[in-house]
């Protein structure tokens, strides 16, 4: 693999020949640790004490929206061995080859939101680091150059694609995990277990502010829904559904170890929601350039992650744009989110509306394509999954003029009745009131899309074609789209 990680990865959204399918699940669980095990998750980790939670609060919160994303997640992995492509690509086979530009969507609604926060804190911390070890306090304009190198750096890796991305997540997991263990005895003698937190909670009263701890969390893992087939489809098919689901989930249950940092660092910082530059002027001097070297890192690891796929799509949307040129359209919006969220918004509620959004969008397509999944018993077709992409119509996945519109009569409602009870500082529903202050968006809307899609498919019988040679799982079929 040497010597192709300095070659620009030609592969597209087209189906990776079988004969490159050299990956393992090991590798996914490098990728999305090493995507995760970064400061972006430091910084999620550092919200629920930034909402005004104790230190044990917010760790409860923490372990819950971890262990219930990874349980969303994991599934979303089987899909790449399987259909040789990427998650919003496969997706056709359950909303259409058409219809799956919804995953398109949703991927480029996660890319500029982590690489937007990837970037910003490694800026931030090379900002807080001038200060720190030189006396030099560029502001506004030291953190502008250093968000333009740093978006350039993430850039410039997902442009070669796949195999250098592996190399920079391999050396993020690492050197990552080593310099957060060592923050043990950088922050140890200051850490206070008993921190009860600035009362001031962001929603009011606790109950409605830990379940928004909880959702921002949770963010996390969902993420990478739209992403894990980006590199799964390395992985050969032969592999065992439990290492395919192990990886991961596993590799979730390890972002404790960045998120436990930043709730306990957050309790020492006198601004949480100025995290970066409060935890460098707190740093021993020691710690402060290893801590760099995290934020610096840890930020290409997220930023490529979140872009790469991102880019890989947008190119089969727009045939006009090649991989390398939508990754650059996408990049380039997410700098202009970078600055007008950093300048001129509020960077922590921006990130928390976008967190917000990813939930409640995202969940209900995943829940979608894992119901289609088992009830299809994991067959794809490869081919027509790429109908749309290669500007052809037809195919076992066309449905009615490209959409099947059970998926989306499942999705959209699912989503917009989630926004409507959605409880929190940028995104506030209408229903939002309705459980006495608790966001219950994310309930309703995955019960709304894991009933309506079966239901829909049970009264209105997908085409017999696309469950293919075996039969459907509990669920009838017709001989052509109605």
């Known amino acids: 693999m040497s010597d192709k990680v300095?070659?620009?990865?030609?592969?597209?959204?087209?189906?990776?020949?079988?004969?490159?399918?050299?990956?393992?699940?090991?590798?996914?669980?490098?990728?999305?640790?090493?995507?995760?095990?970064?400061?972006?998750?430091?910084?999620?980790?550092?919200?629920?004490?930034?909402y005004g939670l104790s230190f044990w609060a917010a760790l409860a919160a923490t372990v819950v929206g971890v262990v219930l994303g990874a349980l969303v997640l994991s599934p979303m992995a089987l899909f790449g061995p399987l259909t040789r492509t990427n998650n919003a690509v496969s997706s056709g086979a359950?909303?259409?080859?058409?219809?799956?530009?919804?995953?398109?969507?949703?991927?480029?609604?996660?890319?500029?939101?982590?690489?937007?926060?990837?970037?910003?804190?490694?800026?931030?911390?090379?900002?807080?680091?001038?200060?720190?070890?030189?006396?030099?306090?560029?502001?506004?304009v030291l953190r502008a150059v250093a968000y333009g190198v740093i978006a350039i750096a993430v850039l410039v890796v997902c442009i070669y694609g796949y195999r250098f991305m592996l190399l920079v997540n391999r050396v993020a997991v690492t050197l990552g995990t080593l310099i957060m263990l060592v923050g043990i005895f950088a922050y140890g003698g200051s850490f206070d277990p008993s921190f009860t937190g600035s009362g001031n909670f962001a929603l009011g009263t606790f109950w409605p502010t830990w379940i928004l701890a909880v959702l921002t969390v949770m963010a996390n893992p969902i993420s990478f829904?739209?992403?894990?087939?980006?590199?799964?489809?390395?992985?050969?098919?032969?592999?065992s559904r439990r290492s395919m689901l192990a990886a991961p989930f596993l590799a979730q249950l390890a972002t404790l170890l960045p998120f436990g940092f930043g709730i306990a660092t957050a309790t020492l910082v006198a601004d949480p929601a100025d995290y970066v530059t409060g935890l460098t002027a707190?740093?021993?001097?020691?710690?402060?350039?290893?801590?760099?070297?995290?934020?610096?890192?840890?930020?290409?690891?997220?930023?490529?992650?979140?872009?790469?796929?991102?880019?890989?799509?947008?190119?089969?949307?727009?045939?006009?744009?090649?991989?390398?040129?939508?990754?650059?359209?996408i990049g380039t919006l997410s700098?202009?989110?970078?600055?007008?969220?950093?300048?001129?918004?509020?960077?922590?509620?921006?990130?928390?509306?976008?967190?917000?959004?990813?939930?409640?969008?995202?969940?209900?397509?995943?829940?979608?394509?894992?119901?289609?999944?088992?009830?299809?018993?994991?067959?794809?077709?490869?081919?027509?999954?790429?109908?749309?992409?290669?500007?052809?119509?037809?195919?076992?996945?066309?449905f009615h003029r490209g959409v099947n519109w059970r998926a989306m009569a499942a999705w959209i409602p699912a989503t917009a009745l989630g926004l409507l009870c959605a409880n929190t500082p940028m995104i506030t529903g209408p229903l939002a009131g309705i459980a006495g202050g608790v966001d219950i968006s994310l309930v309703v809307t995955l019960c709304t899309a894991a009933i309506a899609y079966p239901v829909l498919v049970k009264v209105f019988p997908e085409p017999r074609e696309v469950f293919g040679p075996a039969s459907a799982t509990a669920v009838e079929t017709v001989t052509a789209e109605a």
């Open 335 to 398: 700098v202009l989110f970078i600055f007008v969220g950093n300048f001129v918004l509020d960077m922590v509620s921006s990130i928390n509306a976008f967190a917000t959004l990813i939930v409640l969008c995202t969940s209900p397509w995943m829940v979608i394509m894992m119901i289609g999944y088992v009830q299809r018993r994991g067959y794809y077709d490869p081919a027509d999954l790429q109908v749309f992409n290669e500007g052809r119509t037809g195919g076992r996945y066309w």
């Open 225 to 239: 829904g739209a992403f894990l087939g980006d590199w799964s489809r390395y992985i050969p098919a032969t592999h």
């Open 6 to 50: 300095t070659e620009v990865e030609q592969h597209g959204i087209a189906p990776i020949p079988v004969a490159e399918q050299t990956s393992r699940p090991r590798d996914l669980f490098r990728l999305a640790f090493g995507g995760a095990n970064t400061f972006a998750t430091i910084i999620l980790g550092t919200l629920p004490i930034a």
């Open 94 to 140: 359950h909303f259409g080859v058409v219809g799956r530009c919804v995953g398109s969507f949703l991927s480029l609604l996660t890319a500029i939101t982590f690489f937007a926060i990837s970037v910003w804190v490694s800026g931030d911390a090379v900002a807080g680091a001038a200060q720190r070890l030189f006396g030099i306090d560029g502001g506004p």
């Open 282 to 329: 707190i740093s021993p001097l020691w710690y402060a350039i290893p801590l760099i070297v995290v934020a610096l890192i840890g930020g290409l690891s997220t930023g490529t992650t979140a872009l790469y796929g991102t880019g890989l799509d947008f190119s089969s949307i727009f045939p006009r744009l090649s991989r390398v040129r939508a990754t650059l359209l």
